[in-house]
């Protein structure tokens, strides 16, 4: 039985619910084959107006739920009295912005929907309030929020980097109490720094490799993984920043990062180490210093992790660094995998 389409005479079971839909529905139209051309009927023209008059309603739906949080979101946030009505209604209060938060994030994942909100003056509350809010509830939800309008937004990220976001999220990545806090702010750095060349000129102007670095030595194991895959993100697409890294003592750091007691994490130390001394002769230098004594380190990594299929790719990475910068394999014995 024909479903709708190009093929078929009836409209699809569940029409597109907005103009996003709309659009995917014709994108894959589009790629459907060529049928031969027919007038269209009067029920399939009133069925495509009905789809697109409803289309466009949800996206005027979903902008007046972002007007009707940022209409919550603004008043300053009573102070919270202890006991009594007042305290509850402080209480109330959070969990409203709590949830008004969670919504925006929610529809800010539609690129349209992330524009919209900064013209609506979304990321300027976030930036001057909520990210320095006293509540580490809303300041992640903040910095979550930051990073979810800022995700291949040029627009956007050139408005969140003008009222000064990146200052703030690199302070609460570097010191904010709350883990949570944190692995947003360095979710909201990413997706600022990324495929983002104001972004990144920021970045390195208030020393974010050093505050990288710090987060990669944390004893918080995602905030450890998610820095150190940064690094190797931002390595890989800016080796320019590479003799800036080594003069910092970069490589000394990542090296003393992988002699810590064995962890997952370590596969993505490895993995920005190698990427900082891939056709970068200095790294490779620095890398066969004496002191550092990596090329043995390397070798007894390589015996621990043999013969483990789950960290294949930090031997991977082990190796790669033994060929880059010694001229070798691990040891003989060592490739019998």
């Not at 990210?131 to 937004?153: D, F, I, K, P, S």
């Not at 450890?224 to 390595?235: I, P, R, T």
């Not at 056709?279 to 043995?296: K, T």
């Amino acid at each position: 039985m024909a479903e709708g389409g190009a093929g078929g005479n009836q409209p699809p079971r569940e029409p597109p619910r907005n103009l996003q839909g709309l659009l995917q529905m014709a994108v894959t139209a589009g790629n459907a084959e060529p049928a031969p051309m027919e007038p269209m009927s009067d029920e399939r023209r009133q069925w495509l107006q009905e789809a697109m008059v409803e289309a466009f309603r949800g996206q005027v739906d979903e902008v007046e739920q972002m007007k009707e949080c940022l209409r919550l979101l603004e008043p300053p946030t009573p102070g919270a009295e202890r006991g009594g009505e007042s305290s509850e209604e402080a209480h109330s209060d959070l969990e409203n912005r709590e949830g008004a938060l969670d919504l925006l994030a929610e529809l800010c994942e539609n690129l349209d929907n992330a524009a919209d909100f900064c013209k609506l003056e979304g990321m300027r509350l976030l930036a001057h309030r909520y990210l320095e809010h006293e509540e580490q509830e809303l300041r992640w939800r903040a910095a979550h929020l930051v990073g979810t309008c800022a995700q291949n937004v040029p627009k956007v990220q050139e408005q969140a980097l003008a009222l000064g976001c990146m200052r703030k999220l690199l302070k609460l990545l570097d010191h904010d109490p709350s883990e949570a806090v944190r692995i947003k702010a360095l979710f909201a750095i990413s997706c600022l720094v990324r495929a983002q060349e104001a972004g990144l000129q920021q970045f390195l102007r208030l020393d974010g490799f050093s505050v990288l670095m710090r987060a990669m030595q944390s004893n918080v194991q995602k905030l450890k993984v998610k820095s150190a895959f940064l690094l190797q993100n931002l390595l890989i697409n800016h080796p320019e920043q590479k003799e800036a890294l080594c003069s910092m003592g970069m490589v000394q750091q990542l090296v003393a990062l992988i002699r810590s007691e064995h962890s997952t994490f370590h596969e993505h130390v490895l993995g920005a180490l190698c990427s900082l001394v891939t056709d970068f002769p200095q790294g490779v230098q620095e890398c066969q210093e004496p002191d550092l004594a990596l090329e043995e380190l390397l070798k007894e990594r390589c015996q621990l992790l043999k013969d483990q299929e789950e960290f294949q790719e930090e031997l991977d990475f082990c190796e790669a660094l033994l060929r880059l910068c010694f001229h070798g394999q691990p040891d003989d014995n060592s490739m019998d995998r």
